[in-house]
């Protein structure tokens, strides 16, 4: 079993969100799904904090939603970056390696 | 800021968002369930799988959704979504408890609104808190003696000199203490009233008021008497007069003078007096022509005016004060000049001004009804916590019947501040509907309000629209009334054993301790309407006390009309003299008018007051000054139309005129206190007068009669030496008050017009400008008086309904929950009288407790209205024991409704319910 995303540190969804609709549109499972696959099946998330972090994106105006056909021809949400979340994305993965970096020294310290 | 309007347009599209939102969640867990099957489980299988990995879709639902709104603000409106649900399917218990908390909040909100708009508004001036008032500002009219302590009356020369000689006042002002109601004519039209407040050049720029049209009074309006005829309108005459249209340039009519409308002040201003609005503001220079009958600018002894001053920038007030009262001893010194006598120095040495804030204005109204607001303002905030203890019974009986509810929602991992929040959410929701409406009765009421604290006459122009105090006051009233009706039953409710209250349906499970509560909260009610119900009727046994003080006249079947002579172009002369003893003769022919007499005052209109008599053979005391002597000039058949019997020697008649022996009756007072015996028949006295020294109208007057003692301003008064001039033998004021004695069989609805007639056939230009009747204006004077009685007597009323409702609910409620035990006594063979016993002692042991308790808050509170009370202390026993009695007499009432109920209870369907 992997780990539930929200575990995480605050903010870290919202940032693999942005980093994973780098490449183009997408539907709400679409992004788990690829989230999943890349983190090898560690990271799998829920819809109770997957689409809670997709409103907050819309809010903040980094990504817009938009209806349209899914593979199947079903009626799907696509989610793209705009380009406001673009150079917000840069800035949150270099928060985020601060970050990770800072927690890495605290871990090594001898 | 987008942010913002994102929200917002969630708010307003919440319906769209939410389908949105579910499809896309739907569309999620369809393609999970696709994936799962592919990897060969089962489609029931898969489609149980993909739920549970995707966890609760309304919890994903409602946590999206709090994205948009703030997170607090999310948590409110679920909780009161939720609570105008569980209101809607209670509509009864919703509109009782919202009826009853606007009648207690609207009440509180409505006298607020009187207290707010008489004793609490600044003045809309530029930066009030630097005005003052020279002294109290209290007295109106004019002094004629030099000032010997706190002086509050000033002579328009002393204004000026003040105001040149002044260090420490940016600007003073001077306002005539005396608001003239004239009868003017405005653009050639017929003769209206119209309220003219004299004010000197400096008094707009003192006060920071300014022009909204035209320009305000200045310097050079206000130069040289006669010469400066223009007017500054009210805004709000401007509205009412002229309907806003184009008004500078307009002409306005007083007396024998047009005035110009040079401009309208700005919206809110209406002077400086509260429960006063003048129309028009004319400069002081215009005194005489304003003012005929009433004037004096040159004579340094006519003390007339107010004075406010603006205090300069970083001048301490006590820097101030003392300046004030240097240079104010230092002119008078000037003006009683070479002639001082060691007593009037003396007496300079002990005149003063006294500043006074001056930022809320100065008001005759406030200050008689100042003490009466603040006891209101206690009684229906007693009202409120009455109308509080009866949601408060009401929500616990509600309580108890949702305690399953509570139960489930608790034992489903509610937390137990999660759900009082709920309830107190549910309380808002009563509360702010019951304040909404409370808002509505309040602007209603503040309305009749002011109209109870009226004169008969005309309404004190007072603004009690409501503003942001009132606002702010019915949400902090709303506010605690909610904490304190909800609060408690909240808490009760989710202290609770969850396992019975589950098992059992909850059906006759009820805390004990939530009867207690009630009945401790309906006893609290008694105790309070007791107090209540005792405070109304000791302000209406006083009040009848008062209204049955001997007058010293007969009230009954008189008519006081007032004319305005200076309108018609009177001087105070002969011409004058002749008119009045001709509209005297002519009214007393009327048909059913018995007499007619003119006076200088006739009740409650002020007075003219000295204690300068001089009586030969008698030395003038200091002891004087407290007894000051009434002065009144009337019609020669005054006396005899107001029914002031004449008790020795004869009452003034047509042989007092200008050139006969000066005469004079006085009343009894005036006899024992001045002459020393009952009957001075005979004997003279003079008055001296600081005011006019050359006037020889008062030497050696002869007294010819002696009249019974009479009241003269006011009900209350006590007995005060008094004399009575012919007013033939005193060309000094104008009379325009006319006392009119009638049969008491004569319709005034067609004497009036008769009277108009005879008047005007007189003189067809003498406006009449008011006319009442004088037991009105006996009523007029205890108008503080009555407002308190009648209010208290209302609000006691409304309190008696509220406990009633109380008892009546805690009784009612009681016996549903006893309904089986009441089933097995009639069962068991008690009788119907047994059973109405036993529900009747049980109220009157409640209604006891209570009524003890409010016995012993009636006897506390009593000293605090004592001042309010005339006649009577506030341990009236007959009061005390009236209230008791109507209370008991309620209670048993309220309670044998539903033990008459108990009684009809048939024992076999009690039995089977269990």
């Known amino acids: ?110 | 800021m987008r942010k913002l309007l994102l929200r917002l347009t969630h708010l307003l599209r919440r319906r769209q968002f939410d389908a949105d939102l579910s499809e896309e969640l739907e569309f999620h867990r369809a393609l999970k369930q696709q994936e799962l099957e592919d990897r060969g489980q089962s489609r029931v299988e898969a489609s149980f799988a993909a739920r549970r990995a995707l966890g609760s879709p309304a919890l994903a639902l409602d946590e999206a959704r709090d994205v948009w709104l703030w997170p607090w603000l999310a948590d409110g409106v679920r909780d009161i979504r939720y609570g105008a649900r569980m209101l809607a399917r209670h509509p009864g218990f919703a509109l009782v408890t919202i009826l009853t908390l606007a009648l207690g909040i609207g009440a509180n909100t409505a006298i607020f609104s009187l207290i707010n708009a008489l004793m609490l508004r600044p003045l809309p001036v530029h930066d009030g808190g630097q005005l003052r008032f020279f002294g109290s500002t209290l007295a109106t009219g004019s002094t004629g003696f030099t000032p010997n302590g706190p002086t509050t009356l000033f002579s328009h020369q002393f204004f000026r000199d003040f105001r040149r000689d002044n260090e420490v006042f940016e600007d003073v002002a001077a306002i005539s203490s005396v608001l003239h109601g004239v009868s003017g004519r405005v653009a050639g039209a017929g003769f209206e009233k119209i309220n003219v407040e004299l004010v000197s050049g400096s008094y707009f720029h003192t006060l920071g008021v300014g022009a909204i049209a035209g320009r305000v009074l200045s310097d050079t309006d206000d130069r040289t008497a006669g010469a400066h005829p223009v007017a500054v309108a009210s805004y709000s005459w401007w509205q009412r007069r002229f309907g806003g249209a184009p008004v500078l340039g307009s002409a306005v009519s007083i007396g024998q003078r047009t005035y110009e409308i040079v401009g309208v002040t700005e919206r809110p201003f209406s002077g400086m007096t509260v429960g006063q609005s003048p129309d028009l503001w004319i400069p002081l220079a215009m005194q005489r022509e304003v003012s005929p009958g009433w004037n004096g600018l040159e004579n340094t002894m006519f003390q007339s005016l107010h004075l406010v001053g603006r205090l300069k920038p970083g001048v301490s007030p006590a820097t101030a004060q003392s300046a004030t009262n240097v240079v104010f001893r230092r002119l008078l010194t000037d003006y009683v000049g070479a002639q001082a006598s060691p007593q009037a120095a003396a007496n300079i040495q002990r005149a003063s001004i006294e500043l006074i804030p001056a930022r809320l204005g100065r008001s005759i109204v406030r200050l008689e009804f100042s003490s009466p607001l603040t006891i209101l303002m206690a009684v229906v905030g007693l009202v409120l916590l009455i109308a509080c203890a009866n949601v408060a019974n009401l929500l616990l009986a509600r309580a108890s019947a949702r305690q399953r509810e509570v139960a489930v929602r608790m034992s489903l991992g509610a937390g137990r501040l999660r759900i009082i929040r709920q309830m107190l959410a549910e309380s808002l929701l009563l509360g702010a509907s019951g304040a909404g409406l409370g808002f509505v009765f309040a602007s209603g009421a503040s309305r009749l309000l002011v109209a109870v604290v009226s004169s008969s006459t005309e309404p004190v122009p007072l603004m009690v629209r409501p503003d942001l105090a009132v606002l702010a006051f019915t949400l902090g009233a709303m506010l605690a009334t909610v904490l304190l009706f909800g609060a408690v039953p909240a808490f009760h409710a989710t202290r609770l054993n969850l396992v019975p209250a589950l098992k059992d349906g909850g059906s006759a499970t009820s805390t004990p301790g939530r009867t207690r509560l009630s009945r401790i909260l309906v006893a609290g009610q008694v105790a309070l309407s007791v107090a209540l119900i005792a405070g109304a009727v000791l302000f209406l046994r006083s009040f009848s006390k008062i209204m049955s003080i001997d007058t010293g006249f007969d009230k009954r079947n008189v008519l006081v009309i007032d004319v305005d002579p200076g309108a018609a172009g009177y001087q105070v002369d002969e011409r004058f003299n002749a008119m009045m003893a001709r509209v005297e003769q002519r009214v007393a022919q009327v048909p059913g008018v018995r007499g007619a007499g003119f006076a200088l005052f006739v009740f409650n209109g002020g007075g003219w007051s000295l204690d300068t008599i001089t009586i030969p053979g008698r030395t003038r005391s200091p002891n004087d000054h407290p007894g000051q002597v009434e002065l009144n000039i009337v019609g020669r058949q005054y006396l005899d139309v107001m029914r002031v019997p004449i008790l020795a020697g004869r009452g003034l008649s047509d042989r007092d005129t200008a050139s006969s022996p000066k005469v004079a009756v006085i009343n009894e007072m005036m006899a024992r206190t001045y002459f020393g015996e009952p009957l001075p028949l005979g004997r003279t006295f003079s008055v001296d007068d600081d005011e006019k020294p050359e006037s020889r109208q008062w030497r050696d007057v002869e007294v010819v009669g002696v009249a019974r003692d009479a009241k003269s301003r006011t009900m209350l008064e006590r007995e005060r030496p008094a004399i009575f001039f012919p007013h033939a033998q005193h060309s000094r004021y104008f009379l325009s008050s006319l006392a009119v004695r009638h049969d008491p069989s004569a319709a005034s609805g067609t004497l009036m017009p008769a009277i108009r007639r005879a008047v005007a056939e007189v003189d067809p230009n003498l406006p009449i400008t008011s006319t009442t009747t004088l037991s009105n204006l006996v009523d007029d004077s205890v108008v503080n008086r009555r407002a308190v009685a009648e209010l208290s007597a209302v609000f006691g009323l409304l309190a008696v309904v509220l406990a009633s409702i109380g008892i009546y609910g805690v009784t009612s409620y009681g016996i549903t929950r006893r309904t089986n035990e009441f089933g097995v006594r009639i069962a068991l063979g008690a009788q119907r009288r047994d059973v109405l016993r036993l529900v009747l002692g049980e109220t009157a042991r409640l209604g006891a407790a209570g009524v003890a308790c409010g016995l012993l808050l009636a006897l506390v509170a009593g000293r605090l209205v004592t001042t309010l009370l005339f006649g009577l202390t506030p341990y009236d026993p007959s009061a005390l024991a009236a209230a008791v009695l109507a209370m008991i007499a309620v209670a048993l009432l309220a309670g044998y409704l539903p033990a008459l109920r108990a009684t009809r209870i048939d024992p076999l369907l009690a039995l089977k319910r269990e």
């Open chain 1, 1 to 110: 079993m992997g780990r539930e995303i929200p575990d995480l540190l605050p903010g870290t969804l919202e940032l693999l969100i942005l980093k994973t609709l780098g490449r183009g549109p997408m539907h709400g499972y679409a992004i788990a799904q690829r989230l999943r696959e890349l983190s090898d099946d560690v990271l799998q998330v829920g819809e109770s904090s997957l689409y809670p972090a997709l409103q907050r994106l819309l809010l903040k105006n980094w990504v817009k939603a938009e209806w349209g056909a899914s593979e199947n021809n079903r009626r799907a949400r696509y989610y793209t970056l705009t380009p406001t979340g673009r150079k917000q994305m840069a800035v949150e993965r270099q928060d985020f390696d601060h970050l990770i970096f800072a927690i890495q020294k605290v871990l090594n310290a001898t």
